[in-house]
């Protein structure tokens, strides 16, 4: 019998795009979500359950030999949310006595602004983030490697950067490029447009989490996953416009900063956006070049990554298709 993978947010982005992932590689997949109603393929085995909730998260896990971390809530839930799921995950998996590994899908906040004006970011850049949400994700980390060290379970962590692709309907680039872009709109974004920015497409993220749950020598480490080849703001979203056959001139421009401080005052979602703002304002770069060494492939090549994004786009928008959730 094949070993079972289950997906902890398989309803989210990142969660979605690892089922798909797994499917296609021939594994046995069970789609873990809140709801068991996940857009997955119907061959998969969905489950309902809650994170928080210690004994329902063990009845997800039952007769699993690998579990992905990929649950995403919005920004305001994150301090009250991921230090109970870890908790509980360490615990369930724990309990599993070295049945089941983690892969855990994380970001780059841990590493913060210091550390990404040190040059790119590698996974010996220090954990420098001042603001709560890159402390936060840097004392997930520290947790789950401990107990790894401790021989209470095998967990190995895949870091990317912000992503975009098919499925990729809660991502910046979806809110600021892809959906405007395709709705006749103007593109606003708050960046700078001529800092460079890695960007990881959501199917590559996706294919190199699987890749490290089956190699023995990713566990106990982190990992920064492939990303696509570098490019600025501006780079990125006029090579969008042309693939969509539409001519950028006159149609993209930055953002007033002032509207985060002003918004700030009236949306919670503005204000939590305020403290992450600085990654699109100076060059925010990943180093991969450790994995590849490791594991060796390559990312999609760009044109790639837009035009199927974009073909993704042009299929889902018509019927309205809202995220998922996890």
């Not at 107990?147 to 910046?172: C, K, M, V």
């Not at 889902?316 to 809202?322: D, E, L, N, T, V």
Request: charged share 25%; glycine share 10%; net charge positive.
């Amino acid at each position: 019998m094949s070993e079972l993978h289950a997906v902890l947010g398989a309803g989210g982005n990142i969660g979605a795009a690892v089922v798909h992932e797994l499917v296609g590689r021939g594994k046995t997949v069970r789609a873990v979500s809140l709801t068991g109603r996940a857009a997955v393929p119907r061959t998969v085995q969905q489950v309902a359950a809650d994170a928080l909730d210690p004994e329902s998260l063990r009845r997800a896990l039952r007769g699993t030999a690998v579990v992905y971390h990929c649950i995403g809530v919005p920004y305001q839930r994150w301090a009250r949310t991921y230090p109970a799921v870890m908790t509980n995950l360490i615990e369930a998996v724990s309990a599993r006595r070295g049945r089941t590994r983690i892969v855990y899908a994380d970001n780059l906040y841990c590493y913060g602004r210091e550390g990404a004006l040190r040059g790119p970011i590698r996974e010996d850049t220090p954990h420098l983030a001042a603001g709560r949400k890159g402390r936060l994700r840097a004392d997930l980390i520290r947790r789950l490697l401990q107990a790894h060290g401790d021989g209470r379970l095998r967990a190995t962590i895949g870091q990317g950067s912000d992503f975009f692709g098919p499925g990729g309907d809660n991502s910046i680039l979806d809110f600021f490029l892809f959906r405007p872009l395709l709705s006749g709109q103007r593109i606003s974004i708050l960046a700078d447009l001529d800092r460079r920015h890695s960007f990881i497409y959501l199917p590559d993220f996706a294919r190199a989490l699987a890749t490290l749950a089956g190699e023995e020598k990713a566990f106990g480490q982190v990992w920064i996953l492939p990303h696509l080849e570098i490019l600025t703001y501006r780079d990125l979203i006029e090579r969008t416009f042309r693939e969509a056959g539409i001519d950028p001139d006159g149609k993209i421009r930055t953002m007033p900063r002032g509207v985060l401080t002003v918004g700030s005052l009236f949306s919670s979602t503005i204000r939590e956006v305020r403290e992450v703002a600085y990654q699109s304002r100076i060059d925010w770069l990943a180093d991969w070049s450790r994995y590849r060494e490791a594991f060796g492939g390559e990312p999609t090549p760009v044109g790639q990554a837009i035009r199927e994004t974009l073909a993704w786009y042009r299929q889902s928008i018509p019927h309205g298709r809202q995220s998922a959730g996890t």
